[in-house]
């Protein structure tokens, strides 16, 4: 599976069990088009191997084309412009979003096994991540009824102002495979919560889950139409949705490389776009952090999820006088910590999700290898039963190495140092992205006045990957347009006119 990489063996790792009761799960799944579960026009399928379990068959959904997809934007089109959704009361709407979450929670175990097995999470961290999302629809479902429009009482004794917010229309919702269940339910219960109809098309490796996010909106009673969702790869499933002019919108995760394209598509007909794409958070560490609380956080933040993750703090800027304390610290951890097989229970982080992948992470660590950088630890994939990348950790990295620029989306951490805050802060800002960032000080004064001038969406003081429903998330530079989740999340998603009422006799124009 792993065939020229560079592999050893270190003692933290858990085997996976091939011989698990849970891996004998094949689901076989259809689309939710219009409320009806159907298969793909051509009845083509795209099957799903657990990444963990030596490429064991986990799962089977439609490959969809355009045939499907026009059936898809033409009914969510028509529950935007006859159905019920967008006109009922946001009391109504909610009420609904509240049983989602409710259904959610009730099924936590079987959507966080689907999680595990698809992408390879840890069984017990998918679980978390499940009941989160069930949080995520409930603060959603309770933010809409605050949902409103503005009004000027005082821009002229005959003249009134108001302000009507307004669902945005169709959107088209594109995900990537590493958090699918979590990145849905930062953006379908905001859409449809503003009265807007989706199509959502989550990734060809990891699609289980956004099916049966959709059945069990159906169940709840969102009206058919309003929630669909296609399976399939990008060019054909994803595409159209930015494509076919009776989307009014796209919101895209994912890729820097798709998501350009993606917004170019969109500006042709001048439409709405949404984009979080990739990241390089960096974690500055000062000298007075408290050592123990930030080397686990540097762990954490990099080998949550097998560092597949936009948010991951995947660049180490920490104070040369503590580096050495430092490093041993997260060594130390790198050393210790379970990662391996997604379904024990003890596992930290898991596989990674593709060969191709697995590949490409392992050429980051070469290339920083040659390019001058010390490996302390790990650097190699491990066992042939599954996709996994040893914990990696890096130090003497320059500014301008690839493993210090570009996103390497695996457990793999790159170390520079730092003497001055001012320093600290500008090789923070020397990225292309700006999706997230965190400052680890004791001094509170100090980390704050250095998170407001590091230039990320998402950010973290003495913490790291933290997250609620209330606080925004998205991206500076290229790391994306436009915020999701609190009350932007709904402001992403209306559109807001602005209505001039003359009362009284309106002054003439022309006395004739
Ligand atoms: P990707 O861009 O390859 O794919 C993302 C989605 O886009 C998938 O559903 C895919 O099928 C679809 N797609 C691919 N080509 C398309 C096309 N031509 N038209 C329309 N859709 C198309 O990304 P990925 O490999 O799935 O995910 C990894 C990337 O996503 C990383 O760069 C990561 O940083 C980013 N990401 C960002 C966030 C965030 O919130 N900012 C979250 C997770 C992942």
Request: charged share 20%.
């Amino acid at each position: 599976m792993q065939g020229l990489l560079r592999m050893n063996s270190v003692p933290n790792f858990l085997s996976p069990d091939l011989t698990d009761s849970r891996l004998s799960r094949q689901a076989s799944y259809k689309m939710l088009i219009d409320g009806k579960s159907v298969a793909a026009a051509s009845g083509k399928e795209v099957q799903r191997h657990s990444p963990g379990h030596a490429g064991k068959l986990v799962g089977s959904w439609p490959e969809a084309g355009a045939e499907d997809l026009d059936r898809a934007i033409a009914a969510a089109r028509r529950a935007f412009d006859q159905g019920p959704w967008p006109r009922m009361s946001s009391a109504e709407r909610s009420r609904i979003m509240f049983r989602v979450a409710e259904l959610i929670l009730a099924r936590v175990d079987e959507i966080a096994l689907v999680e595990s097995l698809e992408v390879g999470k840890p069984i017990a961290q998918a679980r978390g991540e499940i009941e989160y999302c069930a949080d995520l629809w409930s603060y959603a479902a309770g933010q809409v009824r605050g949902m409103h429009g503005d009004s000027h009482n005082d821009i002229g004794d005959n003249r009134l102002g108001l302000v009507l917010r307004e669902p945005v229309g169709v959107v088209g919702i594109i995900t990537p495979w590493n958090f699918p269940f979590i990145i849905a339910s930062e953006r379908v219960p905001w859409a449809i919560g503003a009265g807007c109809t989706v199509v959502l098309k989550p990734s060809e490796l990891t699609s289980g889950t956004s099916i049966l996010m959709a059945e069990i909106a159906r169940d709840a009673g969102v009206p058919d139409g309003v929630f669909n969702v296609v399976t399939g790869y990008g060019a054909a499933a994803g595409q159209p949705l930015a494509e076919d002019p009776r989307t009014d919108m796209v919101a895209f995760t994912g890729s820097v490389r798709v998501g350009t394209q993606l917004a170019e598509l969109a500006a042709r007909q001048v439409k709405r776009v949404g984009l979080e794409l990739g990241g390089k958070g960096p974690q500055i560490v000062f000298a007075d952090a408290d050592l123990d609380a930030a080397a686990d956080g540097v762990a954490y933040g990099v080998y949550h999820n097998a560092g597949q993750c936009c948010i991951s703090g995947s660049r180490l800027i920490v104070h040369e006088d503590v580096r050495e304390a430092l490093l041993e610290r997260v060594l130390a951890i790198s050393r210790k910590i379970p990662f391996g097989d997604p379904l024990n229970e003890r596992t930290r982080f898991g596989p990674m999700i593709s060969p191709a992948h697995l590949e490409k992470v392992d050429a980051y660590v070469r290339a920083g290898e040659a390019a001058g950088a010390e490996l302390l630890t790990g650097g190699a994939a491990q066992s042939e039963k599954g996709l996994y990348y040893q914990p990696t950790v890096f130090q003497g990295v320059r500014p301008d190495m690839s493993i210090a620029r570009e996103e390497i989306f695996g457990p793999v951490l790159s170390t520079l140092g730092f003497r001055h805050a001012d320093e600290a802060v500008a090789m923070a800002n020397d990225s292309e992205f700006g999706l997230s960032a965190t400052v680890w000080s004791t001094n509170l004064e100090n980390a704050m006045q250095t998170i407001r001038r590091v230039r990320a969406g998402r950010c973290w003081v003495n913490s790291v990957i933290d997250g609620t429903p209330e606080l925004p998330v998205g991206g500076y530079k290229k790391s994306g347009l436009g915020r999701e989740l609190g009350r932007y999340g709904f402001d992403e998603y209306s559109q807001i006119k602005g209505i001039h009422v003359t009362l009284g006799k309106p002054q003439r124009w022309f006395e004739g």
